[in-house]
């Protein structure tokens, strides 16, 4: 038991999105306006209704429901029909008075965020009021960062007089801007769990073993190394790309074959995968999400500045693989 | 060679040139990854129910990576008030800060901390878009007056690399860190015995160190290459009378 529960942060943001949906219901000048609130509605009740389900229907029946909500949303988001709507914001001048009058104040629960997620996820874990723990022990770091969003909201509540509603209402535009990058992590998780049922690691590996010269170390090195950032911009993440690359290549041709020192050829092949994820965007959290945070006109702008530190530092990669490993 | 080839089994692998080819014809990405996963589930003989299963509980069991929404109503609300115009005239007093400095103290600093474990505290809806980018820009303003919108989006694109660079190369000396837990989980199921998390670790720092060395070089010539930026913005199109936006 835990008072502030995975289950608890999901039904958060599910709640978070359902205000967001009403808001676009009563968007009346949006385009796109019952096709939009049915994109964030579906999305929203998987997670106001997802433990609900599993608990009520039985885990088999609630995971078909929502499978089957999922691709709704992707047909919806693949056919063109969520857009961005109409935002009552405040005009530049109110912006910059209230700047003045708050001065380095507004900086505040901005700061909370990052600095109690810290705190509470250090000091925090494992206090328990009797039986109950404060943040969940398996998700320590969300729940802190959930009670750092809390607290910060009502900081910047009482600081600006705005209420936690009008704060939500706010974030609309941010999140439509974010659109469908906001989703695209969890559908690639969906991706790589179909990958793992249809074994597609194991036919890379009989795939990979067919073109690799097991004598050659450095062409070795190149093909793992390559293997992972190619690999991991397929799938947007290297956490998907490291078993099936280090099973396929690492361990039977480079620890197995050659002899090579496992440690840094795991710390190095992870982090060539990380080179992978600077240049993709399949990566949406960390590529395509800012770019829409920071309201850039390309969305692929983030990306581009990155690509030249993603080659340097995959290069280095090899080079330090190659002379480190064998020994 | 030959007889291998043709024995594969190639059907697992049918997901990937749909992602890639779906992505290189600009179809929306949702629904590239979502036939990807059908094709995929289809050619290797899964029934349509337990594909629609797997989908439904590998998207319920990863929710949390939606995190980021609860951030945003926050900084929303600061942003009504005028938290980046705050952040904007914070660095205007500021008169040795330049964006490359601000740029390079942040990916210092995001590193080093990140290295310790400390990964909350960057991000991109938390620190980049509310404080770090228009810190950045209001430095260039600063130094050459309004800007253009495309070096704004330069500006503020860096910023978010700035984040992903520094937090990604410095995790992963931090042993605890999940990617370290992950190598050292297959090392044991492969039974590979004697690696200890620690060396993990420690094979990161080589990495970390270059990767600190190109993006910082990076940064030291984005203040020259602002400048040429803006050198031909002014000599091709800058309004005459009125300012670009700031």
Request: charged residues 15%.
């Amino acid at each position: 038991m835990s008072l502030i529960s995975i289950d608890d942060i999901y039904l958060l943001i599910g709640l978070v999105v359902a205000i967001l949906v009403i808001l676009t219901l009563r968007d009346k000048q949006h385009p796109k306006r019952l096709t939009t609130a049915l994109f964030w509605g579906l999305f929203g009740s998987l997670f106001l209704f997802g433990d609900l389900a599993v608990n009520t229907l039985g885990a088999k029946q609630a995971h078909q429901i929502a499978g089957t909500m999922v691709i709704g949303i992707a047909l919806l988001a693949g056919m063109g029909r969520v857009s961005l709507g109409n935002y009552q914001e405040t005009s530049p001048a109110e912006k910059t008075a209230s700047a003045e009058r708050l001065g380095n104040k507004l900086f505040l629960p901005a700061l909370l965020i990052p600095l109690l997620t810290v705190a509470a996820t250090l000091l925090l874990a494992g206090v328990s009021f009797g039986e109950v723990l404060l943040l969940d022990p398996k998700h320590q770091t969300l729940a802190a960062l959930a009670l750092a969003c809390g607290v910060a909201l009502l900081v910047g509540w009482r600081l600006t007089g705005d209420n936690p509603l009008k704060a939500v209402a706010g974030s609309r535009r941010l999140v439509d801007s974010i659109g469908w990058a906001a989703i695209l992590p969890q559908m690639l998780a969906m991706l790589g769990g179909v990958f793992v049922v249809a074994q597609t690691g194991d036919s890379i590996k009989a795939l990979v073993s067919l073109f690799v010269d097991p004598n050659n170390r450095f062409g070795l090195v190149v093909i793992y190394c390559m293997g992972m950032a190619l690999f991991t911009m397929i799938m947007g993440n290297t956490f998907a790309a490291f078993p099936v690359m280090t099973a396929g290549i690492a361990l039977p041709f480079l620890i197995e074959g050659q002899g090579a020192s496992p440690a840094p050829l795991m710390a190095i092949g992870m982090y060539s995968g990380y080179c992978g994820t600077l240049m993709t965007p399949m990566a949406a959290n960390f590529n395509i999400v800012p770019a829409a945070l920071l309201d850039l006109d390309d969305k692929y702008q983030v990306i581009k500045v990155q690509i030249p530190t993603a080659l340097a530092l995959l290069t280095t990669n090899i080079f330090l693989m190659f002379f480190i490993v064998f020994d | 060679m030959r007889n291998e080839l043709l024995a594969l089994n190639y059907w697992p692998l049918i997901g990937i040139p749909v992602v890639v080819l779906g992505f290189a014809m600009r179809f929306n990405p949702l629904l590239v990854v979502t036939v990807a996963g059908l094709i995929t589930g289809w050619a290797v003989g899964m029934d349509a129910v337990t594909l629609l299963e797997t989908f439904g509980e590998k998207f319920l069991s990863s929710r949390q990576l939606a995190s980021f929404l609860l951030i945003l109503p926050v900084i929303a609300l600061l942003e009504r008030h005028g938290l980046r115009e705050r952040a904007k005239g914070w660095i205007a007093t500021i008169k040795s800060a330049t964006t490359a400095r601000i740029l390079s103290l942040y990916f210092v600093v995001r590193e080093a901390s990140a290295a310790l474990g400390l990964l909350s505290l960057g991000g991109h809806a938390q620190t980049v878009r509310p404080l770090l980018a228009p810190m950045a820009e209001a430095a260039a303003i600063n130094a050459y007056g309004p800007l253009p919108k495309p070096i704004r989006d330069k500006i503020a694109a860096h910023a978010a690399a700035c984040d992903n660079v520094a937090m990604f190369f410095g995790e992963d000396i931090f042993i605890a860190f999940g990617a370290v837990l992950l190598m050292d989980a297959f090392l044991k199921e492969n039974g590979i015995a004697g690696v200890e998390p620690l060396h993990i670790g420690l094979w990161a720092i080589p990495t970390a160190i270059a990767a600190l060395i190109i993006h910082l070089f990076r940064l030291s010539r984005l203040e020259a290459s602002i400048r040429r930026d803006i050198a031909l913005w002014q000599a091709n199109d800058a309004p005459t009378q009125q300012g670009a936006e700031a």
